[in-house]
């Protein structure tokens, strides 16, 4: 058996990593979906629908200006996972190499980094969205900066761990001893070893900037009408939660699923990958 189909029947073997993954699956299916087509015009206001029944000619019924709550659902989750998707992708690109770059470089340009990652920590992405708001505005465009300004020192940290236990092994040695530069080494032994940790701790950040995002639009500090975010929905239901409870309850447990999902897909593909890290009793494939 290859070390492919080795790792497949494990993973299919691990209920976890399985409702996990079928569940983000779905949801960025259906989010990626509302990008071409979606039940009714997301934006289109009809006073005369308001507050439509459930699975009547509205599947989900209909808010306070008649617009079809599933496909808000939808276009909600996609521009959520869009800015999550983003706000992890800065993260990566900014935060990956300042660890690596800490870890090989070493002294007072390790301290610099580690110090930086501390002030940045100090600020969770709520303060830095207040501040870039107050500066550029709200938006959608903004909440991305705020969280994935956050994400950085994490992502820094995830790398530079790895990187300091790679480190000191014989063959980053001996690729020292070939005439390899620090950037080589980095390159072609470090981030390819350290791959692993990045990405368990990606999933981890996405289902964080999706309820980072939530929360910011809850306040109003991200996504603005006319465009509809699942934080922006649970703002718009508050005020008549007690009359239409299902209009908060829906994107709220949209919220809930997205990201229990994600955290299940990410402890089991960790488990996965980690020997380590595996659960006592997991089945394995007989090789």
Not at 275 to 287: Q, T
């Given at each position: 058996?290859?070390?492919?189909d080795?790792?497949a029947g494990?993973?299919?073997?691990?209920?976890s990593?399985?409702?996990?993954?079928?569940?983000?699956?779905?949801f960025i299916g259906?989010a990626?979906?509302?990008?071409?087509?979606?039940?009714h015009?997301v934006d289109?206001?009809?006073?005369?629908?308001?507050?439509?029944?459930?699975?009547?000619?509205?599947?989900?019924?209909?808010?306070?200006l008649g617009r079809d709550?599933?496909s808000?659902?939808?276009?909600?989750a996609l521009?959520?996972?869009?800015?999550?998707?983003v706000?992890?992708?800065?993260?990566l690109?900014?935060?990956?190499?300042?660890g690596?770059?800490?870890a090989i470089v070493g002294g007072?340009?390790e301290w610099?980094i580690?110090r930086v990652?501390?002030?940045?920590f100090?600020?969770p992405a709520l303060?830095v969205a207040?501040l870039i708001?107050t500066?550029?505005g709200p938006?959608?465009?903004n909440?991305?900066?705020?969280?994935?300004?956050?994400?950085?020192p994490?992502?820094?940290r995830?790398a530079?761990g790895?990187?300091l236990?790679?480190k000191?092994?014989d063959y980053?040695?001996a690729?020292?001893?070939?005439?390899l530069?620090?950037l080589?080494?980095?390159?072609?032994h470090?981030l390819?070893n350290?791959a692993?940790?990045?990405?368990v701790?990606a999933?981890?950040q996405?289902?964080?900037?999706?309820?980072a995002?939530a929360?910011?639009s809850?306040?109003?500090?991200?996504?603005?009408p006319?465009?509809?975010s699942?934080g922006?929905?649970?703002r718009?239901?508050?005020?008549?939660?007690?009359?239409?409870?299902?209009l908060?309850?829906?994107?709220?447990l949209?919220?809930?699923f997205i990201v229990?999902?994600?955290?299940l897909?990410?402890?089991?593909?960790r488990?996965?990958?980690?020997?380590r890290l595996?659960?006592e009793?997991?089945p394995?494939v007989?090789?």
């Amino acid at each position: 058996m290859s070390i492919r189909d080795h790792w497949a029947g494990r993973a299919l073997r691990h209920p976890s990593f399985v409702i996990g993954l079928l569940g983000t699956l779905a949801f960025i299916g259906l989010a990626l979906l509302s990008a071409v087509w979606t039940p009714h015009v997301v934006d289109r206001v009809n006073i005369a629908a308001r507050f439509a029944p459930l699975f009547g000619d509205y599947l989900l019924g209909t808010d306070h200006l008649g617009r079809d709550i599933a496909s808000m659902l939808m276009r909600g989750a996609l521009t959520s996972l869009t800015v999550a998707a983003v706000a992890v992708g800065i993260g990566l690109v900014i935060g990956v190499p300042l660890g690596l770059a800490a870890a090989i470089v070493g002294g007072p340009f390790e301290w610099l980094i580690l110090r930086v990652n501390d002030f940045l920590f100090a600020f969770p992405a709520l303060i830095v969205a207040v501040l870039i708001t107050t500066l550029f505005g709200p938006g959608a465009t903004n909440a991305m900066l705020a969280i994935g300004i956050f994400n950085i020192p994490v992502f820094a940290r995830v790398a530079r761990g790895g990187a300091l236990s790679l480190k000191s092994l014989d063959y980053v040695a001996a690729a020292r001893l070939a005439g390899l530069s620090s950037l080589a080494i980095a390159r072609k032994h470090l981030l390819p070893n350290i791959a692993s940790l990045v990405i368990v701790q990606a999933t981890i950040q996405l289902s964080l900037g999706i309820l980072a995002e939530a929360g910011l639009s809850y306040v109003g500090l991200g996504t603005q009408p006319p465009g509809t975010s699942l934080g922006l929905m649970l703002r718009d239901a508050q005020s008549i939660f007690l009359l239409h409870p299902h209009l908060a309850m829906v994107p709220g447990l949209a919220i809930m699923f997205i990201v229990v999902s994600l955290n299940l897909a990410g402890d089991g593909l960790r488990d996965l990958i980690d020997p380590r890290l595996r659960k006592e009793g997991l089945p394995r494939v007989a090789a």
